[in-house]
């Protein structure tokens, strides 16, 4: 079982860990909210989220103007966190629906072409996995399996904390117009640069 833990730091930022690993903070939120403004600058209305995080995404999402949105989130404590105020939460807004679940097993029983957009966000990158399991969420079988859940046109993201050529590879098998965002940041007083990866279903 996992151990997610969600706690106020000395300097007062609220910080999420995952197994001991840093995740995420409330205080450098600009990468999730890159995420979001990516696929809304695409057109995509109705999007599913894969990791809550501390729900910036959702939030940045929201705000944005989807008319849908799905998150996926593997931890319930999450969740609970967030509900209750922690990072942007809580998020009552009824064109949010949070399922508390693993985002592979959500795809899986996506209908085809359904959703606009898909942004992937539980690990910090498919190089530095918070959850060992995640590798293959990252491959190729699962890149086509999102892939065949957007609707032509519509866009896979996923967050990353390092530009990774084997991603883009997967990405490009499925997708067209891959891309890397680059997304300064400046983390805990140091500078950082974290990625937004990216690919377009074909619209053929």
Known sequence: MDEVVVSRRADGATELRVN???VMDDVETS???VLAEHVLEAGAREVLVGGLGLGYTARALLDGGATRVVVAELHPEVVRAVAAGAGAGPLDDPRLQIVVDDVAAVVEALPASGLDAICLDVDNGPDFLVHPGNHALYGADSIARCAG????????AVWSMADSAPLRQALAEHLEDVTGTAVPVLLQGRDETYWILSGRRRSG
């Open 31 to 33: 990468s999730e909210r």
């Open 20 to 22: 001991g690993v840093f």
């Open 149 to 156: 859940a957007l609707r032509p046109g519509g866009v896979l």
